[in-house]
C-alpha cells in the first residue's frame, strides 16, 4: 500500500478514482489520530526511504473515491532543521500531494496556522483540519469559521478526531478541493521592500521549476541560506548563477538577517489574519494550570514522578510478565511444543531436527511470545502518560539531570525502561526529535541493568555472597549501571555526535483526560510492530544459536560454542574466567537469564545443583568479575533485533555489540586484577 | 529596561526585542512565534530551576536557561 513511492507526477484533478492527501501538521495536534479515524485498520507503517523517521500509509474508500493517505512527520515548520521537516517538505513540494490536510490545535491558532502558511506557500490544495476545536471552546475561546475560511481562501473544517467528529466533513472538503480549479489566492506575508526585490532578482534567474520546487519559494529560500536547498544548488550546475546572486545578496547588511525577516512578517500576517477571528469569550483551563503547580512542584514534582514512574515499572513487569494469562500463555506454548516434539517424533525426524525444532525455534518463538504482554502494557502505560500530557513534564523535570549526561529530558523515559527491559526501552526511544540524541539513548541503553540480568546476579550473588555483602554487591552493580550509562553517554556525546548544540524546546501542552481508544490504538500499533518485525528475527537468531551450542552432536566442549569458548580461554584468563564461564555469555546473547540454564548445562548438573558446583569451581572474585561482564559484554539479541530496527543501520548495531564487549574485556580484566592484587581472589 | 528572558521571574512579563544564539538554535526559536515584538510570560521553573516554562502566544513552551539568555526582552 507504499502509494506514493513513484516518481513526482503533477496529478490532475479527479473526482472519482484515486488521489493523494497528506496530513500534515504540529505534533500532538491530533493527526495520528486524525489519520487512524480517516483510515481504520486499512494502514501500513514503515519509514521514509533511508531514514529512521517513521511513514504511515493509508486507504480511505468515501464513494467512488479512493483517498491514498500519507501521515507526515509532526513538524512546527518547514525549515531543513530535522529529518521530519525535511520530509514533509519534499513530498509536499515534489510528490505534490492532490490534497494537503494541515491539522491544526484550535485551542492555539497563531502557531499552527504558521505550518499552514507554510504549506499554502507550497501549494493552494490545503484543507484546514481545526482539531480539537471542544478544547477551544472550553478554554474560552470562540472561532469564526467562515471569517478564517475567507481570509486563508481554503476550506476550514472544525473537528474533534479523538471522537471521531467531523471525519465525514473533512472528506467532504477534499471532494471539494478536488472538484474545483479555481482557488482563492492565499494570503501571502508582505516583505519588506529590499527582501522582495532581492527574492524578485534571485527569481529571475532560475528555470520554471528549479530542481521541482516553486520559484519563487526556492529564491525566498536561497536568501535564507536555506542548508538543503543551498545543498540543491550547489550540485546543480545550471542553479549556480542565481546561487552566486543570493550568496552576495546575503552579505548585504540589509538582507542579512532575512530568515528572521521573513519569520517576522509570517507571524505579523497571522495576527492581522486572526484580529476579529478568535475571540476571548468566558472560560478558562485553569485547573491544567493547577495542576501544574502541584506536579511540577518544588518538591512534590520528584516525588511524584518517582510514584508515577514506579507504578508503570510495576505494572509492566508484574502485570505483564506475571499474569494468570501470560502464565497460561506460557503453558499452552509449552504443551504445543510437546505436541510438536510428539508429531516429529511420530514421523520418525531424526532426534537432531526434532530438538532444533521444539528447543531451538520454539523456543525462539516462545520469547517472542513471553514479551508480548510485557510490551503492551508497558506500550498502554506510555501511551496514557503521553497522552494525557504527563510526559511532556516528566521531560520538564528531569531534564536538568539528562543535561548534565548532554542528553535531552525526553531521554529519560526509555533510558529508565532499561532497568526493566531493554527491548521496550530502545523502541521508546522513539520519542526523541533529534536524531544524535535518540540514537545515544539507543546505544547506551543496553547498559542499564535489565530485569533478565537481574535474575543471573541475584543468583550469583545468593551463591556466592552472604547477607550485607550479597546487598552491597547488588547494588554496586546497579550503581555501575548507572555510571556506566553517564560516562558512556558523555564519551560518545564528545567523540561521535559532536554536532551544533540543539535546543530544549518543549511544548507543554494541556493536561487532557486519555481517550481508551486512541491509548488502545497505540498500545496495538507499538506491539503488532514488535511481533511483526522482531519476532520472525528472534526465532532465526535463536535456531542458529541453538546449532551453535549444539552442532556438531557430542559433549558441549566439541560444539561450535564450546570450541569458541576454548578458543578465547586466554582472553578469560586475564578476567579469571574459565571456559564454562566464556561459553555461557555466548548462550547468554539469546535471552541473559538464559546464562543460568546453560551453565547448568556445562558444568553437567541439574538446576538444582548449580550453586554447589559453581561455589566449588569458581573464586567470588572471578563470579563478581563474571557478574560485571555480563552487565555490559553483549546485549542480547532481542536488544539487538530492536536496535537494528530503530536505527535502521547495521553498522551503529554492530557497534552497540561491539563496544560492549570491549568495555567488558577492559572492566573484566581490572577488576580482576586489581582485585588479586588487593587479596580478594 | 532591557534583560535576557532567561532574566524574567515567574509572574513577570516581557516583550522580546532580539533574538540571538546559535543558527539552528535561532530559527528553531523563531518558528516556534519567539519573533521580536512578541510577549512573552514565565510561569514556572522545574524543581532545579531549570528548565523554565514560558506563556508565548497562547501556548506553554519550556525552555532551557541557557537558550534563553540568547534572547533579550524589555520588560513590562
Sequence with gaps: MSCCDSAASPSPLRVAGTATVALAGNPNVGKSTLFNALTGLHQHVGNWSGKTVERKDGTCRAGDLTLRLVDLPGTYSLSALSPEELIAREFIALERPDVVISVVDASNLERNLYLTLQLLELTDRVIVALNMIDLAERKGLIIDVPQLERRLGVPVVPLVAEHREGSAEVVEAIRRVLRSDKRAAPPRAGLPVVLAEAVGRIASMLPERPAGFDRDWFARKLLEGDGAILEVAGRTPILGAADQLARELRADPQLADAEAEVISAQYELLSTLLTGVVRKGTGKLDWSDALDRVVTHRYLGYPILFGVFALMFWATFSLGAGTPLSIALTRILDQVGGGLRWALVRVGAPALLVNFVVAGLWAGFETVVGFFPLIAVFFTCFALLEDSGYLARAAFMVDRFMSAIGLHGRSFLPLVMGFGCNVPAVMAARGIDNPGDRLLTILVNPLMLCQARLVVFVFFAATFFSGWRAAAVMLSLYGLSAVLVVLMSALFKRTLFQSEPTPFLLELPPYHLPVWRNVATHAWRSTRMFIRRAGGQITVMTGAVWLFTHLPLGPVDHSFAGRLGHLVAPLGLTMGLSWRLLVSLVAGVLAKEGVLASLAVLYGVGPHGLAGALRHAVSPLAAYTFMVVSLVYIPCFSTLVVIRRETMSWRWTAFAALYGLILAFVLGTGIFQVGRLLGLG | ?76
Excluded: C, K, N, W
Design chain 2, 1 to 76: 529596561m532591557l534583560a535576557p528572558l532567561s532574566h524574567l521571574q515567574p509572574g513577570q512579563r516581557g516583550r522580546i526585542t532580539r533574538v540571538g544564539g546559535a543558527s539552528s538554535i535561532r530559527r528553531r526559536m523563531l518558528d516556534l512565534g519567539l519573533v521580536p515584538g512578541t510577549e512573552i510570560a514565565a510561569l514556572h521553573a522545574a524543581p532545579l530551576r531549570d528548565p523554565v516554562a514560558f506563556l508565548v502566544r497562547g501556548y506553554h513552551l519550556a525552555m532551557r536557561r541557557r537558550d534563553a539568555e540568547a534572547i533579550a526582552v524589555e520588560l513590562l
